[in-house]
């Protein structure tokens, strides 16, 4: 006889524990354990029954797996939580027994990170267990920048201190260094939360969102405890990261911080970087706010020349023993013209034809390289400057009042090419009497003054150059100007779909083009219509009913031997009689207009024949579709009743977005309508 199972000690009872049973078996509070769930990765489980998995009689509602909180038996944090718990204690009681000189020594021994700044733990052994290997933690970076980010950008209160806010801004800017110099930002947009940004890393796809450098205000529905765990998690991640990253493009890690140079909000100028390459320290690119030394170095300058002139003395010595100098130049030609890199050729007319291999794939990384900006003060600094700087310009300058850290302040230099402009253009002439001073701080040029031969854009034109890979036409983003559509560079477009980048003639269907012309026609009849309406009434109105008269005289002359021959076709379909209604109603309708403008009734006959054209082609489509329809039905009648359903599944999926881009489409026609008009206006 097997041996009797008891309730609650085999099966999914044995296999989960609720967090109340957790929480006493490792003897900590529930923030405590809260905290610790966070930082290793443990979440709720979802039992299939929760009767069988509850011990008792009514069913909790959070599950753990057994094996995870057996897991977190051996963790090395739990001993920290436990010393901390046990020294309040101590603290707690040494107050209550009235003896303040025992509590304030305990005191001291405790370990106070909001008042001192060191933590009681560290989560560096916590990081190598849940990221094995660098990949690992790259791809789990997405949220861990979009969260450290945000925090960056909160106000210092109760529950976020303003060290967790200064550390997280500075883990932030070493994160933008790296993507400065490595030249790794690939795209971005900008949306109603924030800025979107893709980096690839080592071959990963990292995706962030930043938030608009606004002043956020603090609700007290948002519980800063929970997201405060995760941050401190990720302040130690990123800070493995940066290492990592500084040392793969050997940079020394940290970089030198400047506090003075941070509280004048000098932000990615605040950082020095030094390379870990002795022979070589010049070669790391620094931000600074001087201006690039435009000749060589004197000592560099002094050696090229002296091996120059070596060469020269060297040649000349070969000559005159007779040797041929050309010889060794020919064979640097030769080698030189067969350094080039392989095509691939079609073996047969007509095969494929594969990518053509080149040196660079790409040269968006220096797509500002030979640009000098400025950014007026009503850009926003932060995110132009990281996006400049790490696509290849070198010269970046902006107002005072945004901070230190500019190539130049003077707007009027004449080394600035491009000038990033957002206010409105002004159209007021400049008064004779005027200073050209507000209450704020004095312009060096009026609102609506330009500097000659320089361009002057809105900031998207930066953003769509970025995503699109070259620089767009300055004349499409100039102040003022109606800005293009900003699309979403992360979108996949699948084919048959809406596409915005595509002209709407060659993605929409025929029955849709038909439709736009007939629209178009329309409004040109009623344009019309109101001209001659506008002129003397009575004498058009006589010439109309003379030209009605002759063209209804003129017009009838017996029947054709078309029509007579449709007349006495046999069988005659639903669609003549169709027609026949549509062709009523139109009459009636042209009845009432006349009877309401007094005028003569317009017959069929007097239709325009583009008109006619278009009815006709219309009606072959419908006819078309509804053999199609047709057709249709009788190949799903001759499918299984499951295939059917999964067939009439995907049917109704496709008819779904089929309907949203033909909104998508009708609503673009409309704007473009809409232009125009106001073009011809």
């Known amino acids: 006889m097997g041996k009797i199972k008891k309730k609650g000690e085999a099966g999914n009872a044995k296999n989960y524990i609720t967090r109340s049973q957790a929480v006493r078996k490792l003897q900590i509070s529930l923030p405590d354990f809260r905290q610790l769930c966070i930082w290793k990765g443990i979440f709720p489980r979802e039992p299939r029954n929760k009767k069988k998995v509850s011990k008792s009689s009514t069913p909790s509602t959070t599950f753990y797996y057994a094996k995870d909180i057996q897991y977190l038996l051996h963790e090395p944090l739990l001993q920290k939580f436990r010393d901390q718990k046990a020294l309040e204690k101590k603290i707690s009681k040494a107050l209550g027994r009235g003896d303040v000189g025992d509590a304030k020594r305990l005191e001291t021994n405790a370990v106070r990170p909001e008042k001192t700044g060191k933590p009681r733990y560290t989560l560096n052994h916590v990081i190598r267990e849940r990221y094995p290997t660098f990949v690992d933690a790259l791809r789990d970076l997405d949220d861990c920048l979009s969260m450290l980010f945000l925090f960056a950008n909160l106000p210092s209160t109760s529950t976020v201190p303003a060290k967790m806010i200064a550390r997280c801004e500075k883990l932030c800017l070493e994160f933008q ?15 109603i939360k924030g800025i979107y940004y893709q980096a690839n890393i080592q071959g990963e796809d990292i995706l962030w969102l930043v938030p608009y450098k606004f002043n956020q205000r603090v609700v007290g529905d948002v519980d800063f405890r929970i997201m405060g765990t995760f941050v401190e998690f990720y302040m130690t991640l990123l800070g493995f990261v940066n290492f990592r990253l500084y040392t793969s493009i050997g940079l020394k890690y940290p970089p030198k911080f400047d506090e003075t140079k941070d509280d004048q909000a000098a932000e990615l100028a605040a950082f020095k ?3 870990t390459r002795l022979d070589d320290p010049s070669s790391v690119p620094q931000i600074t706010n001087s201006e ?4 060589p170095d004197p000592k560099t300058q002094a050696a090229v020349t002296k091996l120059i ?6 040649a000349a010595n070969d000559t005159s023993d007779g040797a041929e100098p050309n010889v060794e130049a020919q064979g640097d030609q030769e080698e030189q013209s067969t350094d080039a890199i392989d095509k691939f050729e079609p073996v047969a007319p007509g095969g494929d034809v594969l990518p053509q291999p080149s040196y660079s794939e790409s040269n968006t990384e220096n797509l500002f390289a030979n640009c000098t900006f400025f950014l007026s003060r009503e850009a926003p600094r932060q995110p132009l400057e990281l996006l400049l700087r790490a696509f290849g310009c070198k010269r970046i300058g902006w107002d005072a009042v945004l901070g230190d850290g500019a190539f130049t302040t003077n707007e009027r230099d004449p080394s600035i090419t491009h000038q990033i402009v957002d206010r409105p253009v002004v159209q007021a002439a400049m008064e004779e009497s005027g200073d050209g001073e507000d209450n704020q701080t004095s312009q060096k040029l009026a ?6 031969g320089r361009v002057y854009v809105q900031p998207q034109w930066v953003w769509d150059s970025i995503n699109d890979g070259e ?7 100039a102040p003022g100007a109606q800005l293009p559509p900003h699309l979403s560079p992360f979108v996949q477009h699948t084919q048959g779909a809406y596409d915005p980048t595509i002209p709407l003639e060659d993605q929409q269907p025929e029955d849709e083009a038909l439709e736009d012309s007939d629209e178009e026609v329309d409004g040109d009849d009623l344009a019309v219509k109101g001209i001659e309406e506008g002129a003397d009434g009575m004498d058009i109105a006589s010439d109309d009913e003379e030209d009605e008269e002759d063209g209804d005289n003129d017009s009838f002359g017996g029947f054709s031997d078309e029509e007579d021959g449709g007349a006495n076709k046999k069988g005659q379909n639903n669609e003549d009689e169709d027609e026949d209604e549509e062709e009523a109603e139109l009459q009636y309708q042209r009845e009432l207009e006349a009877e309401l403008t007094g005028k003569p009734v317009k017959r069929a006959g007097s239709a325009n024949p583009q008109t006619k054209a278009k009815a006709e082609a219309r009606k072959k489509l419908a006819q078309k579709a509804r053999e199609e329809a047709e057709e249709l039905e009788r190949q ?9 359903k999964l067939f009439e599944q995907m049917q109704y999926t496709n008819n779904k977005k089929s309907t949203e881009d033909k909104a998508l489409r009708l609503k673009r026609r409309k704007l473009e309508k809409a232009k125009g008009q106001q073009g011809k206006a």
């Not at 260094?177 to 949306?191: A, D, E, G």
């Not at 002139?309 to 060297?314: D, I, P, R």
């Not at 620089?471 to 983003?477: A, G, I, M, S």
């Not at 799903?636 to 059917?644: A, E, F, I, P, Q």
Request: aromatic letters at 6%; zero cysteines; a positive charge.
């Open 636 to 644: 799903k009648g001759m499918l299984s009743k499951k295939k059917r």
């Open 177 to 191: 260094h790296y993507l400065i110099v490595s030249q790794t930002l690939r795209k971005s947009f900008l949306s």
């Open 309 to 314: 002139q070596k060469m020269k003395e060297e």
């Open 292 to 295: 690039p030394q435009t000749g």
């Open 471 to 477: 620089l767009k036409r300055p004349d499409q983003y």
């Open 273 to 275: 970087l030094e390379s």
């Open 447 to 452: 609102s609506n003054q330009r500097m000659p």
